[in-house]
């Protein structure tokens, strides 16, 4: 019986150097996505589009779709990203982020469970910005929320699933040449991914509940 891996947010940036890079190794790939792009039509991975990952209909219809095949690795990357300061608030968004980024992959993973079996993996994507400790800048106030929520949310994952020897990985894959950061960033997505599947790789039940950067420094909280 084939086990697959599932991506969110695969339609482009990091999501679909993930497709790629799970189809080059010979995986049967999920894509979930809101709208397909040409480039992840142009790959042999089976996708699954229309799926708002905030909205509970789009959440049941992915968990519909995959029916009851076994995931062997679930990937939390779909996000948004927006600059709040002082000077320029708005709740909105910040209210938004938090769904999108730490409410909708809690709610993916929980509507998946089943779909999970002993040995499976779950890897958020977050970022360093959501480390309290790291913070020596300020702004970003729904991003940093937002990701620092998802962490914790990670950490209790890691725990409540450990007896299922279901392994969980925190991951921020560095500053990545993405559109949601306008194409700016240190590294391309397929850099990022590199990095990236060397810790899920590494992933396992004693080091389940990490906070690692892609280069594989543990962050702080």
């Known amino acids: 019986m084939s086990e697959y891996v599932v991506i ?3 339609n482009r940036g990091i999501g679909l150097a993930f497709t790629r890079y799970y189809l080059a190794q010979g995986k049967d790939v999920i894509a979930v996505c809101r709208r397909a792009s040409e480039e992840l039509l ?3 991975a089976e996708v699954i589009e229309d ?3 905030t909205n509970e209909v789009g959440v049941v219809a992915l968990a519909a779709a995959l029916d009851d ?4 690795l679930l990937i939390n990357n779909a996000g948004i990203f927006h600059n709040e300061t002082l000077a320029d608030m708005d709740f909105t968004q910040i209210q938004k982020q938090i769904e999108v980024n730490a409410i909708a992959p ?7 469970l089943d779909n999970l079996t002993t040995g499976s993996k779950v890897a958020l994507i977050t970022s360093r910005m959501g480390s309290i400790s790291d913070n020596g800048s300020g702004h970003y106030y729904g991003y940093r929320m937002s990701k620092a929520a998802l962490n914790a949310a990670g950490k209790s994952l890691a725990v409540d699933l450990s ?3 279901i392994s969980v990985a925190i991951l921020h894959p560095g500053f990545v040449q993405t559109d949601m950061v306008g194409g700016a960033g240190d590294v391309t997505p397929e850099q990022a991914v590199e990095g990236l599947t060397a810790r899920i790789s590494e992933l396992n039940s004693d080091n389940s509940g990490t906070f690692w950067h892609a280069n594989g420094d543990v962050l702080p909280w």
Do not use: C, E, F, N
């Open 8 to 10: 969110t947010g695969a």
């Open 42 to 44: 142009a790959t042999t």
């Open 51 to 53: 799926i708002d990952v």
């Open 69 to 72: 095949r076994k995931i062997s």
């Open 106 to 112: 809690l709610k993916i993973t929980h509507a998946l």
């Open 163 to 165: 007896g299922q020897s």
